[in-house]
């Protein structure tokens, strides 16, 4: 992808001026994220089985871990995103564990009108994300104001009754698949060991997995992947192919078309416009 590629990682999550791909792979996250245009076409993305279109007047809200999906693009057609993957532990302790799990709304609505405050607020972002000269601290406060005018906007009502109303279930046999999951992520993934782990038969598992997390073991385990490559990528200097490899990619390829469709960017492409805050880590 030859698009401009900026990415800010702060204390409370990250923000990242992405060019969309022309399909974006069905995937999810376990950050509270939303979708601004920057420049382009209008685009479509598909959030929980619905199409919300994303144009200069709106901003696409995706809750933690809600499937979603970038509709094909016309050939030849580009978009400029600016995308942000707010972390749990923005929000108070008593409601982080819901939230990570999916249990927790933190939009009300998939989709929503642009605030002018909002507006403002991601044009500060974007500015400095392009200003090299730009401080870590700027970068912070910058990222920390777009997140709590977003949640202002747009969260649920202190996430409290209404972000609570579509809990889902919970249950030790997925939390105990889950911890596998985690130990070692990538993109091989043993659904017959993760059954046998929670002590379910491959379709019950299937059921009850997306029962209490809302996707798939699949697309979880591709969250868990894209997550851990990430952090390879922004915080050491592995090479890709090395990365590929810990993951589980057959060939460094493989893992670049794969980061590319979930992603909107290739791995070498983020880590060449990546910036960390110095003064503190985000999921």
Not at 118 to 144: I, S
Not at 208 to 220: A, D, E, H, K, Q
Request: overall charge positive.
């Amino acid at each position: 992808m030859a698009g401009e590629v900026r990415v800010f990682v702060g204390r409370f999550g990250r923000v990242a001026l992405l060019e969309r791909t022309p399909t974006i792979a069905e995937h999810a996250h376990a950050q509270a994220h939303a979708l601004m245009k920057v420049s382009g076409i209008d685009t479509v993305f598909r959030v929980e089985g619905r199409d919300q279109v994303l144009d200069a007047g709106s901003v696409v809200l995706i809750n933690p871990w809600a499937s979603h999906a970038g509709r094909p693009l016309p050939d030849g057609a580009t978009a400029q995103l600016l995308a942000l993957y707010i972390a749990p532990y923005w929000f108070e302790r008593s409601i982080q564990a819901a939230i990570a799990s999916g249990r927790c709304r933190v939009f009300a609505a998939a989709k929503a009108p642009l605030a002018a405050e909002v507006r403002a607020a991601a044009g500060r972002m974007l500015a400095l994300m392009r200003d090299d000269t730009a401080k870590d601290a700027e970068l912070d406060r910058a990222c920390e104001a777009l997140f709590r005018s977003v949640l202002t906007q747009y969260g649920t009502a202190d996430l409290g009754e209404a972000g609570r109303a579509a809990t889902r279930p919970s249950d030790f046999r997925v939390r105990r698949a889950i911890v596998r999951m985690r130990e070692a992520p990538g993109i091989t993934l043993d659904i017959d060991g993760c059954a046998a782990v929670a002590g379910l038969s491959r379709s019950r598992f299937f059921e009850l997995f997306r029962s209490c997390t809302g996707v798939s073991p699949r697309v979880y385990a591709n969250a868990l992947c894209i997550e851990t490559a990430i952090e390879l990528l922004g915080t050491t200097e592995a090479p890709i192919h090395t990365i590929a490899e810990r993951l589980g990619f057959s060939a460094p390829g493989h893992f670049t078309r794969f980061f590319l469709q979930h992603l909107g960017s290739t791995p070498r492409a983020f880590r060449n416009g990546v910036r960390r805050c110095a003064a503190g880590t985000a999921a």
